[in-house]
């Protein structure tokens, strides 16, 4: 059974600090990681997506990989109550299903 | 260019009927993948479609069924509805499979279904 791990939160954080999200997961054949953002009542968002060991940036927000330790997380630097949502991490092996982990609650206070 | 496009937004059924979903991906995008989200949970995944065939499957019964048009359309039936087959319903279309980026997928706004 394909696992994907979050703290379910909720993660509050004050305006203007890093919100540091975390996922692990259980399949080591896992290719591609995404992180995704969704607003209550609404669809997820992609935010990004990270294929390659190390960090990927992309304006406030830095994805970091370690494969070796199936081990995926999310910065959001400069954090704003705009952020304020629940944060998915999916992960897919080249072809197959998503799976999707149940979601970490950030909450941003001004 | 418009996103993924689903309908109906809402819809409420009762126990024993049944439910048909829609979905149109993105412009250029061939795949569409079908997810179960529950209350307070992450997406589950049903189907995945390709060039209109079943390419995936999740862990669901077979009251679910899907099929994909040759306009890559979708369409997600539900039968015999449980109550707890109340849901958020996300359509998610991918471009063609074979490369790395092709497996971005996007979600569409989803259909709400209550069954009472």
């Known amino acids: 059974q394909k696992e994907v791990e979050q703290n379910s939160g909720p993660l509050s954080v004050p305006e203007g600090a890093i919100a540091s999200l975390n996922c692990t997961y259980s399949?080591?054949?896992?290719?591609?990681f995404f992180w995704y953002r969704q607003y209550s009542g609404k669809s997820p968002e992609l935010i990004m997506f990270?294929?390659?060991?190390g960090d990927k940036e992309d304006g406030r927000f830095t994805a970091q990989l370690n494969k070796a330790s199936q081990y995926v997380s999310l910065l959001i630097r400069d954090s704003q109550p705009s952020d304020s949502a629940t944060y998915l991490c999916?992960?897919?092996?080249?072809?197959?299903?998503?799976?999707f982990g149940p979601g970490t609650r950030l909450s941003v206070l001004p | 260019d418009a996103g993924v496009t689903q309908s109906p937004t809402h819809l409420i059924k009762t126990r024993g009927q049944h439910v048909t979903l829609r979905c149109s991906p993105i412009?250029?995008?061939?795949?569409v993948s079908w997810y179960q989200q529950v209350l307070g949970q992450g997406p589950q995944f049903i189907f995945q479609?390709?060039?209109?065939?079943?390419?995936g499957r999740g862990n669901f019964p077979d009251r679910f069924s899907a099929r994909q048009f040759p306009n890559y359309s979708s369409e997600l039936n539900v039968n015999a509805l449980l109550l707890g087959d109340s849901a958020l319903y996300l359509c998610?279309?991918?471009?063609?499979?074979?490369?790395?980026?092709?497996?971005?997928?996007?979600f569409g706004p989803g259909t709400r279904l209550t069954v009472t």
């Open positions: 998610a279309s991918s471009s063609a499979p074979g490369t790395l980026s092709s497996y971005e997928q996007y």
């Open positions: 399949d080591r054949g896992s290719q591609s």
């Open positions: 990270i294929y390659s060991n």
């Open positions: 999916a992960v897919n092996n080249y072809g197959q299903n998503f799976v």
């Open positions: 412009s250029g995008h061939k795949s």
């Open positions: 479609y390709y060039e209109k065939e079943e390419r």
